[in-house]
């Protein structure tokens, strides 16, 4: 089974700064996706980026940009032009092939944007 | 984007008594589902996949018998917490993926419902 491990339980950015929230995975599983989701105060889970890790290319969508090294099994967000909606809770997430296929999520870091 | 509501978004009900808690894809149809806990401050925990003309699969460590699935048609499920106590509150929130079908289908969440029970 994957594990996903957040180690920064909070961050903080200043609003129009840049952030980046890191994320380690381990999976032995060769076919595999990664996610971030965030979780705002309402605790509305929303997809914020997805990559499939057969793809070299990083992952984009607007502002949000990851750094998927997969040799180190390291999937980091960064977060560009930071608004004050990003605040939230971000969650890592990883689903492989094979075992048990299901989504694994890390333990989260929460993101504070000061105006 | 691919919609997935939940109801009720909240509930308190006294000990022992039963809850259902319902979980709808709105605009696509969903032959699995997942149904996930989460307490305060932490992570998402799967408690089961639900399975829509079978059993649902649990995770292990969680109730069969007191968390009841059923997956009534292809854009419903259904959990009902029966007899709950007190460590039974949390948020519960479900989630259904959206694709050609597979492990590599994105899941869609609700918004989860919170129960609170007396």
């Known amino acids: 089974a994957q594990t996903v491990t957040q180690s920064q339980p909070e961050m903080s950015v200043q609003e129009a700064e840049t952030v980046t929230l890191s994320c380690t995975y381990d999976?032995?599983?060769?076919?595999?996706?990664l996610f971030w989701y965030k979780q705002p105060p309402s605790r509305q889970m929303i997809l914020v980026i997805r990559?499939?890790?057969?793809?070299?290319q990083n992952a984009t969508e607007n502002r949000f940009s990851v750094n998927f090294q997969k040799a180190a099994k390291s999937f980091s967000l960064k977060i560009s032009d930071s608004q004050l909606g990003d605040a939230a809770m971000y969650f890592c997430a990883c689903i492989a092939q094979g075992g048990s296929e299901k989504l694994v999520f890390g333990k989260g870091t929460k993101l504070t944007v000061n105006p | 984007g691919a919609v997935v509501s939940q109801h009720p978004s909240w509930v308190i009900c006294k000990s022992g008594t039963s809850v259902k808690i319902e979980c709808r894809s709105l605009d696509f149809q969903a032959t699995t589902m997942f149904w996930y806990r989460q307490f305060p401050k932490q992570s998402l925990m799967l408690m089961a996949t639900s399975n829509e003309g079978s059993k649902a699969t649990y995770e292990q460590g969680v109730e069969k018998d007191k968390f009841l699935i059923n997956h009534a048609s292809l854009t419903l499920s259904t959990l009902t917490v029966t007899s709950a106590h007190p460590e039974d509150s949390s948020f519960y929130i479900c989630?259904?993926?959206?694709?050609?079908?597979?492990?590599?289908?994105?899941?869609?969440f609700g918004p989860g419902t919170r129960l609170t029970v007396l």
């Open positions: 989630s259904a993926p959206r694709g050609s079908g597979g492990f590599t289908d994105t899941q869609y």
């Open positions: 990559q499939e890790a057969y793809k070299q």
């Open positions: 999976t032995s599983e060769s076919d595999y996706y």
